[in-house]
């Protein structure tokens, strides 16, 4: 089959998408793939309602097991194509087996994780959200906005990769020290002045925490009891990562006690039920949500960190090209896009 021909006959399935992603495919749309676009998320009941395509395009909270992956394989699916950077929800082992392959977007603008994180950082120190609300109510008082100067603070990074390094960066800009915990050290970020150091120092020597490694089983609720316990009095925890980098329940019993003084989460453990969707009118019954969206001291987003005209822009152009070498080369240049 010539290239061409391969890419003409294609047609993808894309799940869980909003109108933004309809809006960038379609302009980016460069190969003339055709696009089948389903709001719902992918997941064993879902699977049916994809129908003579070879290609599925898959999001954040999109369920990629077993029973999806054979499902896929039986219907004549031949590559997944995630339309991000995690890839915790898919299960790369069955995707071997059944003979699909795997791809996703590496690194489409680590600046707009990066600039998100440090967005969350100013809020909750300096509390422009409030102080928002309050001029506009024509309450100019100043009680209860104090925040702190970032300059000569500490801040700790979990995960050194493209969207750490970037915010290392950024701290660095403000002129704060900046710790660093990854299993790979980076030699190009200790020049510019970040301290490589072990976990449990980050824990213990931060005044802001910020998380950028990937969910896996090392990672998984690497903020517990214990690591709480390490850190300073009212620490500020940054999660632009990964819901279950953060063990809930233990942070709500350390923002409860006041150790933690700070929380900002763009990404939560059990966010698939609920982020990306508008719940204004209904009842929610995710009890450990609600008593996070209680304290005031807490800002949650719901997973935007990404949500940047660039980073859209790239998302699009990379997938289609991650597709279309995969249907011509079987192969996709940049390695790290390709998971299996
Ligand atoms: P990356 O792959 O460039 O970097 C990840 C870094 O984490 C690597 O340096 C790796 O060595 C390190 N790492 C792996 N295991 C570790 C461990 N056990 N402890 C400490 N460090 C470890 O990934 P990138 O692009 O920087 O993204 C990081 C994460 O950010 C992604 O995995 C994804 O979950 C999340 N993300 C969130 C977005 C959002 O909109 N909120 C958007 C994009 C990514």
Not at 167 to 176: S, T
Request: hydrophobic share 45%.
């Amino acid at each position: 089959m010539n290239s061409s021909a391969a890419v003409d006959r294609s047609k993808i399935a894309f799940f869980s998408t909003q109108p933004y992603d309809k809006i960038f495919f379609n302009q980016y749309n460069e190969f003339g793939f055709e696009l089948d676009f389903f709001e719902t998320q992918l997941n064993p009941q879902t699977v049916t309602l994809i129908q003579d395509c070879s290609i599925v395009c898959v999001f954040v909270n999109d369920i990629v097991n077993e029973a999806v992956i054979k499902q896929l394989a039986e219907k004549g699916v031949k590559i997944i194509a995630l339309r991000c950077a995690g890839f915790n929800n898919v299960d790369l082992e069955a995707a071997k087996k059944y003979n699909l392959k795997v791809c996703r977007v590496p690194a489409y603008s680590p600046q707009a994780v990066a600039e998100h994180a440090m967005a969350m950082i100013l809020t909750l120190n300096r509390k422009t959200h409030k102080a928002y609300n309050r001029v506009r109510e024509q309450n100019f008082s100043l009680n209860g906005l104090l925040g702190f100067d970032l300059y000569g603070k500490t801040i700790g990074i979990i995960g050194t990769g493209n969207i750490g390094k970037t915010f290392a960066k950024i701290a660095l800009g403000f002129g704060c020290k900046v710790l660093a915990y990854d299993i790979v050290t980076n030699v190009e970020m200790e020049k510019d002045g970040v301290i490589f150091t072990d976990l449990n120092d980050v824990f213990r020597e931060s005044d802001i925490i910020s998380l950028h490694c990937p969910l896996n089983e090392q990672t998984k609720h690497v903020i517990n009891e214990k690591s709480i316990a390490l850190m300073k009095d009212h620490v500020m925890i940054i999660n632009t990562s990964r819901g279950g980098l953060i063990e809930t329940a233990c942070v709500i019993e350390g923002l409860k006690e006041g150790k933690i003084g700070y929380l900002g989460i763009d990404v939560y453990e059990q966010e698939e039920k609920l982020f990306f969707r508008d719940l204004s009118a209904d009842i929610i019954q995710d009890d450990a949500i609600q008593r996070l969206m209680s304290f005031p001291n807490v800002l949650v987003t719901a997973h935007q960190a990404f949500f940047t005209n660039e980073a859209l822009t790239q998302i699009a152009l990379v997938t289609f090209n991650n597709i279309k070498s995969l249907l011509t080369q079987n192969d996709i240049e940049n390695k790290a896009a390709l998971l299996v």
